[in-house]
């Protein structure tokens, strides 16, 4: 890209419109403009879900998370790339869209539920930037960004979706005061997901060194949910100092070259490439009435 390449994107996607084009700004804001950032903040939106007993307890049941970690995280990662990557209406789209809503109709998840995880892929990401990105969304990308999540929780079949981001937010926020607490699955598919996280970048033997920087992004309401000691006071200070260092650097840097696509990401778990039928989990249980479009 030019040197002007991030004034170009931005420029960009003020010009499209946030309903009708709202797939393509959120496509542009996670695989050019904050691709990295994006990818953690959704990777602790889904965190988040952890600490509500009603949906770590599910997760537990299936056992993924103990026996093939990396798995179900490839798998999540790519089921929702080959949607925003591809789009709703596209033939891989649509089959990622079956894939998905087929995971979802094995069990009986409350309506809530599915709705507290739509929201926090809403607010995580707009969260995150505002706390460590090299900027935050303008209100433009937040309202696309929203308009893309409401339009996925639509062919996902969940019902009473909000209709703005202010609506999300209120949702979100009384939900998890309401809904989180401590539960023994909370603490073991968090603990399991943490270090999955922490060996991209840590050997297995570092692990434990890692996680007070895991603990250092928790609030004191997640923290007591998960049963975890707060982060260390230093530890805490250096990864949030750290942070500043790299937002002040990336706004001076030349901008992103390429998409990071999601989908061409090279995964031990899928070395020869992936079939978007087999991505997921399998297997039989209880079914619901959500319709799915």
């Known amino acids: 890209m030019a040197p002007d390449a991030s ?3 931005a420029s960009r996607i003020a ?3 946030v309903e009708k084009d709202c797939r393509e700004i959120t496509l542009l804001l996670a695989t050019w403009e904050f691709a990295w950032d994006i990818e953690r903040a959704l990777e602790f939106a889904l965190f988040r879900t952890y600490a509500v007993p009603a949906i770590s307890g599910l997760l537990a049941r299936t056992g993924e998370f103990e026996r093939r970690p990396r798995k179900r995280y490839d ?3 790519l089921i929702l790339a080959e949607i925003q990557e591809n789009g709703f209406d596209s033939n891989r789209g649509r089959r990622a869209l079956k894939r998905l809503n087929e995971m979802h ?3 009986k998840i409350a309506d809530g539920d599915m709705l507290y995880v739509l929201s926090t892929f809403v607010m995580e990401p707009i969260r995150w930037l505002d706390r460590y990105g090299r900027r935050p969304m303008t209100p433009h990308e937040q309202r696309a960004w929203c308009n ?3 339009r996925l929780g639509e062919h996902m079949g969940i019902p009473d979706i909000p209709g703005d ?3 999300f937010r209120r949702f979100n926020e009384a939900y998890e ?5 401590f539960a023994e699955p909370n603490k073991a598919v968090a603990t399991a997901t943490s270090d999955l996280l922490l060996g991209f970048y840590l050997p297995r033997w570092l692990l434990w060194a890692g996680r007070p ?3 250092a992004f928790m609030d004191t309401p997640l923290l007591a949910a998960m049963g975890f000691p707060p982060a260390p006071r230093w530890p805490r200070r250096a990864l949030l100092t750290a942070l500043a260092i790299r937002a002040r650097a990336l706004r001076i840097l030349p901008a992103r070259r390429r998409p990071r696509l999601l989908t061409q990401v090279r995964r031990p778990t899928y070395p020869e490439g992936y079939a978007i039928e087999e991505l997921g989990t399998f297997g039989r249980a209880g079914r619901t009435n959500r319709k799915c479009v």
């Open 177 to 181: 005061t309401g809904n989180f607490r």
């Open 75 to 77: 798998d999540t990662e």
């Open 105 to 107: 109709g094995r069990f």
């Open 213 to 215: 920087a895991v603990r």
């Open 165 to 167: 981001l202010e609506t």
């Open 15 to 17: 010009s499209l419109d």
């Open 7 to 9: 004034r170009t994107l």
């Open 148 to 150: 893309y999540y409401r």
